[in-house]
C-alpha cells in the first residue's frame, strides 16, 4: 500500500506550524472564538495539537511496522498509572520551550493548563505505575510494543482528609472529555461469561467441546498513543470498555421488554465501571474476576487477529508476540489462550500448550501470603466452565510431570497443585501463571530470591531455567526531566543531555560532588523545589512549613507493611524528648506523609488519623518552637508527586524486610537527591549498593532474622518493656494525648501493636531511632549532606526502567528495536 503522506498541515511541527494548528483546535474542534474559550478549551486545543503530532508519528511506526517479520510486546496489566500525558509529550517531543513560547504569545499561562488536566489514574500505586514506566522505555528504546488493560471510568479515588480522617471521593476523569484517547467503535471482541460446555464431534470426527455462555458483553477499544523520547516510535496503549451487545436489545425490544435491554446495558457496562482500589491484597470479588478476563480475552482476540491480518501461522504465534504477565490479574490468559487456539482455531492440545508456554511471561510483585490471588472454585467454575476444564486439564497433565520427577511425594503434588485443596477449592492463579510461562521474575533481586526460596519454591526446584529477577525501574523523562526542570537544568550544565537515555552516565556527576561552588548550586535547585512544595502544602492544608528545614518524607500506599505508623513513633519520641527537656537540640525538620488507604482497611484509615492528630497536636504547641512540623498532604497520585519527590531530603522506605517486594519510590527520591533511611528490603538493597553504604542509613532486621525472630515467637512486650522511650511514646498514645483525652481511639492501633505487631516496628525501633539520630547530625554538616545528595542522583543510573526493560527484552521477550524514520 501507498506510505501516508502528511507532511504540511497538522504534521508541521514548526513553531507557526504548532500556533496554527493550536488556533484551528480552539476554533474547529472546541468550537469557540479565542475570546470566550475557557481554560479546558485552551487545554483540550493544546492537547489535541500535541496529539496530531503523536498520530503523525503513530502511523509512521505502524505503517513502518507492517508486513515486517517483527516480533511485538504485549504488557497484559489490571493497573495503568500514566499520570498526565501534555507536558511529558511535550519533553519526548522535544517542543517543551516551544509550546511555553506559544502559550506567553497567545497570552496565557502554561502552568494553568497543564493543572487542567485530569490524570487518568487507572492504578493504585506501584504496580501501575510500573507499567507505565515500562511502556515510556519501551518506545523510548524503539521496541513495538501495545499495552493492553482496561479503560475505568472512574479510576482510583480522589482522597480528602476531613478532621484527619480520609474520605474518598469517586474520580470523574473523563467528565470533560479525554483528549487523549481514540475510541475504536470498529475494534470490538465478544466476551463470554457462566453457562456451560457441551462436547461434539467436528466435521473431521474429532472429539471437541464447545461452550454455551450464560451471557455475552462486547468490549471496545480505546487507544492512548505512547510516545518515545526523542524518535518516532509510538506505540499503542490498548484499553477495552464494555459494553452490551446489540443484538441483545433487539432481542428484547422484540418482545417488548424495553427495561430488561436496558438492565442488560447497564449490566454489561458495569464491568468497566471502576477500579478496584485495594493495592495489595486483591478483593476476591466476583466483578473484578469478571473484569480480569474481560479485558484478557479482550486483548487476546485482538492479538490473534492482528497476527491472522498479518497472515501468520498459529504454531508460529510465540514468534511474534511475547505477553508479559503483570502480576496474577491476567494469568486467566493462560488459559483463555488454550480455549482460543484449541477451541476456537481447531488446534491439538499439545502444540497449542507449546505455543502458549512459549508465549507468556509472568512478573511476580508479592511475597505477601494474602495478596497472592486464588479464587474460589465455585466461583470460577460457575463464570467460566471451559475455563475450568481446562484448568483441570492443564493441572492432570502438569501433576503427572511432578509424580514423574518425585514419585511418591504427594505432599509436593499438593502444594503445587493448580486446585488449593487444603480447606475449600481455591484456583492458585500463581501457579497457574507459573506453569503456563517460560519466564517467572521478581522484582528486585532480594525478592526473586525470597521467590526462590519460600513462596515458589517447588516451582523453582523443577523448573530452575524459568526463574530470573528484573529489577524494577522508574523512567528518568517523568521523575527527573519532568518533575526537577531546575535539577536537570544544573546537570545539563556539568555533563550534557544524553543522560536521559543513558543514565549511567549520571555518573559523570561524580567530581562535581567534590565542588563547593556546585555543590551551593545543588542546594539552591533544592531549597527552591522545598519552597514551591512549601506553597502547595499551604494551598492544601493550610499549614506553614519552614522550606530551611529537613523534608522527611513518606509517601506511598497506607500499609502496615510500609509502616508509617514506625515514623509517627518516632516523631512521637522526638515530641516527647522535647516535652521532657525545651532546649533539646534537634535539627528542624519537616515530616510529610502521603497516600491513600484501601476504603475497607480500617487499620490503614487509622493510620491517617494518627498522623494527622499527631500533627494537630505538634503542629500547635509553643514548646515545640520550631523544631518539627507534620504534614499529611492529601490525594497522592502521578500530578501531586512531581511537587514531592524533587523537594525531599530524606526519604523513608522503611518496609519490614522481606515485605516490600522492590518498591519504586525510593528510586524516585534518591535520583532527585534524597538520601535513604531504610531497611534491607526490595531495590532498598541494590540502590544501597549502587550508591554506596556510606552514603544511605540503614537500620532494622534482615529479612533472614525477620523469619527467624517470627519461627521462635516473637513477643513485641519483651521490646517494649526494654525501652523507656517506647514505652512514653506508647502511652502518649494510649492516654488520649493525640486524642482530646480519647483513650478509645487509637486502642486498636495500640493493641496490634503489643500484642502482635505483626510487621515488627518494637523489634526495630531502637535501631530506627538510633539511626535517624545519625541523620540529625549529618544533616548539620550541609556540605558534607549535598555531597551524599549528589553521588545518589549521579548513581541511580541503574534504575532506569530503560535498563530494565532492555533487560526483558533480551532475557525474556527476545524482541529487538524497530527504528523509525519519519519521513
Ligand atoms: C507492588 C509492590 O508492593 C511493590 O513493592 C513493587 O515495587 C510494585 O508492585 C511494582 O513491582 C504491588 N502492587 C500490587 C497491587 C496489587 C496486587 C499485588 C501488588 S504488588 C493489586
Redo the contacts with the bound molecule.
Sequence with gaps: SEPVSCTGGRADMSLDGLRRTFREHVFYTQGRFPSVATRNDLYMAFAYTVRDQLLHRWIKTVEQMAGKDLKIVSYLS??FLLGPHLENNLINLGIYDDVLGIAKEEGFDIQVIFDQEEEPGLG???????AACYLDSLASLEVPAIGYGIRYEFGIFDQEIRDGWQVERTDQWLRLGNPWELARPEITCRVSFGGRTEPYQDDRGRYRVRWIPHRTVKGVAYDTPILGYRVNTCNLLRLWKAEAIESFEFEAFNVGDYYGAVDEKIYSENITKVL?P?????QGKQLRLEQQYFFVSCSLQDMLRIYKLGGGKLDRFSRHFAIQLN?T?PALGVAELMRLLVDEEGMDWEPAWDVTCKTFGY?N??L?PE?L?KWPVELFAGLFPRHMEIIYEINRRFLDEVRRRWPGDEARVARMSLIDESGGRFVRMAHLACVGSHAING??EL?SRLLKEDVLRDFHEMTPEKFSNKT?GVTPRRFLVLANPGLTRLIEGKIGDTWIRRPEELRKLEPCADDPAFREEWRRVKLENKKNLARVIRERTGIEVDPASMFDIQVKRLHEYKRQHLNVLHIIALYDRIKRNPSYDLCPRTFIFGGKAAPGYFMAKLIIKLINSVGDTVNRDPDVNGRLKVVFFPDLNVKNAKFIYPAADLSEQISTAGK?????GNMKFSMNGALTIGTLD??NVEIREEVGAENFFLFGLTAEEVYSLKRDGYRPMEYFQANPELQRVVERIASGYFSNGDRELFKPLVDALMFHDTFMLFADFGSYADVQGRVDEAYRDREHWTRMSILNSARMGKFSSDRAIREYCEDIWKVKPVPILLE
Design positions: 489490571a493497573e493504585n500505586g506501584g504496580l501501575g505505575r510500573l478496584y485495594n493495592d495489595e491484597p486483591v502480576d490479574h512478573t510483585h508479592t505477601l495478596a490471588e522484582v528486585a525478592h524494577n516490600e517486594a522492590s518498591g519504586t526490595g531495590a
